[in-house]
């Protein structure tokens, strides 16, 4: 985050905060796995701190990351592929958006004509 108006009055830096934001929502941590992880780097921040940056910057966050990831094309393609594992036939469909990003895999054993 570059704003440093957002972080005044805060003890640690901002690096620290987005660092332990950051690990909250990415990996589903509790605040208490965020904290011991922290106590790991040398940073003492009890987990109602790390609580308090994640209710106040944490949609902050997600909303600046929201606009960098941009928006899905309008186009999109299916394919699909026959896959032998194990010596098995499976069928392989892949969504694909026209910038080249997968949507969606999924792999069968038999192949059903009609939608589910």
Same mark, same amino acid.
């Given at each position: 985050? !570059?704003?440093t108006?957002?972080?005044?009055?805060?003890?640690?830096?901002?690096? $620290?905060i987005?660092h332990?934001? =950051?690990?909250?929502?990415?990996? #589903?941590?509790?605040f208490?796995d $965020? @904290? @011991?992880l922290?106590?790991?780097?040398?940073?003492d921040a009890?987990? @109602? #701190? $790390?609580? +308090? =940056?994640? $209710?106040?910057? %944490? +949609? /902050?966050?997600s909303? /600046?990351?929201?606009?960098?990831?941009?928006?899905? %094309?309008?186009? =999109?393609?299916?394919?699909e592929v026959?896959v032998?594992?194990n010596?098995v036939?499976?069928?392989? =469909?892949?969504?694909?958006?026209?910038?080249?990003?997968?949507l969606?895999?999924l792999v069968q054993?038999?192949? !059903?004509? @009609?939608?589910p």
């Amino acid at each position: 985050m !570059k704003n440093t108006k957002m972080y005044a009055g805060y003890r640690y830096p901002s690096q $620290v905060i987005s660092h332990a934001v =950051w690990l909250y929502h990415l990996f #589903t941590l509790s605040f208490r796995d $965020v @904290e @011991e992880l922290l106590a790991a780097r040398g940073i003492d921040a009890s987990y @109602e #701190t $790390v609580r +308090n =940056w994640c $209710v106040k910057f %944490g +949609n /902050q966050y997600s909303s /600046q990351i929201r606009k960098k990831r941009g928006q899905l %094309g309008d186009m =999109w393609y299916l394919d699909e592929v026959f896959v032998k594992i194990n010596g098995v036939l499976h069928y392989l =469909w892949r969504a694909v958006v026209q910038d080249g990003d997968e949507l969606d895999i999924l792999v069968q054993k038999r192949r !059903k004509k @009609e939608a589910p």
